[in-house]
């Protein structure tokens, strides 16, 4: 069967599943879904304190907290520890440029220095969480556009379950995601990254909160698949505004 | 000039004048302890640091900041007891331009461990082989960072108004050198002088300055390239040796003579990320008033060079591998110029949010000496973290990393910030 003919009697056999269950399924095609996704309505510019909780296998935990500057969808951010004393004043700049690549450095007070990041560095560990340095650029980022995307199932809801696959040239580690969108909020819910065609860690996205009338995450949780520590980042103080100044995605910013 | 005044106005006067402000204490409490493989104890100490930071602004942006540091610390195998202002400057934020003035660190390059452009501070080389930044001393400056808009270039002026030496290293890691001294027929040494230390003097043709540019490069995953110019003065000392005539004729004190010489430093760095790794370089040719080595009391002029690249392999393991190849020019009428090849090996690895380890290797392979130095890391709640790093020396007597055999040692510290 070919693959086109394949997917698109996976779809109708997914509306026919949701129609069964009894509820309302706009969206017939993972493109749709995704596309409905980054058209939600999201603030260009936001401001926020988040609290990062790392909590090991054996359960003892570390916290920190950063606040960050987001802007141009989350093609624009900075992140800056404040706590604790160990690593405050530490940040993180990003800069996704025209051509989809991402300029990213660290500024590091011990050091006194900002640092370059490698495309294969933002596959690290952002500051010994399970967040990587990509998932952080890519936190409030929404856009799906360079990646093909197929939807794999309908779950009750209806809940989206759409495979994101990058197209070549997309800036991103990952092989795929396979994303859980509900259609009430269309912010997705459950996040599985796969690296070499592997579950490499799996984020969730508990709680969301409304501010000037935009549905927000605040509470988003990244576990490792093999089990090991846990990471939960928890949105608060969070402020949308119209727009940043440009000189706060800059390195004179990052090192004051 | 009126705006400089209004910011220093408000930074002195930031809540009276209802501008908003922010203030900050901190610190640090470290506890050291060194166990050396000849059975000394080279470190037992304790140091506590405290930080005030603060800022004065409105927006997003402050329109000054200030930090201060006081640094107390206690070394029962060493220096004793030992106060003293760190980091003590105010930044004031006109624009464009960062003028930052007081006693800081100024920063130049873009190589890690080696830095032939990072000339401004002095350093603490008491324990010569320590982290380059934590060997750095604040010293007084008067600093400028100008920067376009689009955070492209960036131009970096520095004065720095007094001098300031490095302090040298301890007695256990001085080389044991000798310098030649041609004695007249019938002359015989008898003793040795006090050391004359020539530091130079607060005067105005002692100033030093500097100014380095740097342009961002919209190249790959991103780059810069900097040029750098220093006009100062060593802050360690070139040593040469004198005779001091006795009341006995014919017999003569020999004393060591601590000059600091005068240079003019032309440098250049890079940094370029790829998608696999990022590059790094940085060269600078120093040139000093005898260019001919001619004068004992004045160092002769060579250069460095650093070339470093960088990788992140998919276990998360950085590696880094750094090439530095020195020369210094040679005396005149002498063929004593050296020049030597050394590597550095770096790899760092972090096993969850708590434990980290590291290891490096520096090989000279002039004299086939160098240090291996591993090292952990854990953090054992916020703020509070442990570090354990073995320096292991090798190479035969009188190389340079081989002298130190004897100093090959355990260090064991234990930090709490808050």
């Known amino acids: 069967m070919p693959r086109h003919t394949f997917l698109s009697l996976l779809a109708v056999l997914c509306v026919a599943a949701g129609a069964a269950h009894g509820y309302a399924q706009t969206y017939t095609t993972g493109a749709a879904v995704m596309a409905a996704v980054d058209a939600r309505p999201a603030p260009k510019a936001l401001i926020s304190t988040m609290t990062m909780t790392i909590t090991s296998r054996s359960g003892q935990s570390l916290t920190r907290t950063m606040r960050i500057w987001s802007a141009d969808g989350g093609d624009s951010e900075v992140v800056k520890f404040t706590a604790p004393a160990d690593i405050a004043g530490s940040g993180f700049l990003s800069l996704k440029r025209a051509d989809g690549s991402t300029d990213a450095m660290v500024y590091l007070p011990a050091l006194d220095r900002t640092r370059r990041i490698a495309g294969s560095q933002k596959q690290q560990a952002f500051f010994g969480s399970d967040f990587s340095y990509e998932d952080i650029s890519d936190l409030q980022t929404g856009t799906h556009e360079t990646y093909d995307n197929e939807l794999l199932k309908v779950d009750p809801g209806p809940v989206y379950v759409v495979q994101a696959t990058p197209r070549p040239g997309t800036d991103t580690s990952y092989s795929k995601l396979v994303l859980h969108v509900p259609e009430a909020t269309l912010i997705p819910s459950r996040i599985e990254f796969y690296r070499a065609g592997a579950l490499l860690k799996v984020m969730t996205i508990g709680k969301t909160t409304v501010v000037d009338g935009y549905t927000l995450p605040s509470e988003m949780r990244m576990a490792s698949a093999s089990g090991g520590s846990t990471t939960t980042l928890q949105q608060s103080d969070v402020s949308v505004a119209a727009s940043i100044p440009a000189e706060v995605f800059t390195e004179r910013f990052l090192t004051r | 000039m009126r705006r400089i005044l209004a ?139 100008v920067h376009d808009r689009q955070d492209a270039l960036k131009l970096d002026l520095v004065l720095l108004p007094v001098f300031r030496a490095s302090e040298e290293p301890g007695t256990a890691w001085q080389a044991g050198g000798t310098i030649s001294l041609p004695l007249p027929p019938g002359v015989t040494v008898v003793g040795q002088a006090p050391t004359q230390d020539d530091l130079p003097a607060a005067r105005l043709a002692n100033v030093q300055f500097g100014a380095r540019v740097t342009l961002d490069l919209d190249a790959l995953s991103g780059g810069d390239v900097s040029l750098a110019y220093v006009h100062g003065i060593r802050t360690t000392p070139t040593v040469s040796v ?163 055999r004897h100093d090959s040692q355990l260090r064991v510290a234990l930090t709490y910030a808050f």
């Open chain 2, 7 to 145: 910011s220093l106005l408000l930074l002195g006067l930031g809540a009276a004048a209802g501008a908003q402000t922010g203030f900050h204490l901190g610190g640090k409490v470290t506890t050291t302890f060194g166990a050396a493989f000849d059975g000394t104890i080279p470190v037992a100490s304790a140091r506590l640091e405290l930080h005030a930071t603060g800022d004065v602004g409105s927006g997003i942006l402050p329109d000054a900041s200030f930090e201060a540091e006081l640094i107390a610390g206690y070394d029962g195998a060493g220096s004793g007891t030992d106060v003293h202002l760190g980091k003590a400057y105010a930044t004031l934020y006109l624009g464009d331009i960062d003028l930052i003035v007081g006693q800081q660190i100024a920063f130049w390059g873009s190589t890690d461990a080696v830095n032939p452009e990072d000339v401004l501070n002095p350093r603490d080389l008491r324990f010569p082989v320590a982290d380059p930044a934590d060997q750095r001393i604040p010293t007084p400056m008067i600093r400028a960072i």
């Open chain 2, 242 to 404: 004198t005779t001091v005539p006795t009341s006995t004729p014919g017999q003569v004190l020999v004393r060591s003579v601590l000059d600091y010489d005068r240079y003019d430093l032309l440098g250049a760095d890079f940094s370029l990320a790829t998608a696999h790794a990022v590059f790094r370089g940085e060269a600078a040719a120093t040139f000093t008033h005898d260019p001919d080595g001619t004068d004992p009391t004045i160092g002769n002029p060579g250069y460095q060079a650093v070339l470093e690249a960088e990788h992140t392999f998919p276990s998360g393991a950085t590696a880094t591998l750094e090439g530095i190849l020195e020369h210094v020019g040679a005396d005149k009428g002498r063929d004593n110029a050296t020049t030597t090849f050394s590597s550095l090996a770096t790899i760092a690895y972090d096993a969850g949010p708590r434990l980290s380890a590291q290891a490096a290797w520096l090989h000279d392979y002039s004299d086939g000496s160098g240090m291996v130095r591993p090292g952990l890391s854990y953090t054992f709640a916020g703020g509070v973290t442990g570090d354990a790093e073995l320096y292991l020396f090798y190479g035969r007597d009188g190389s340079r990393y081989g002298s130190w």
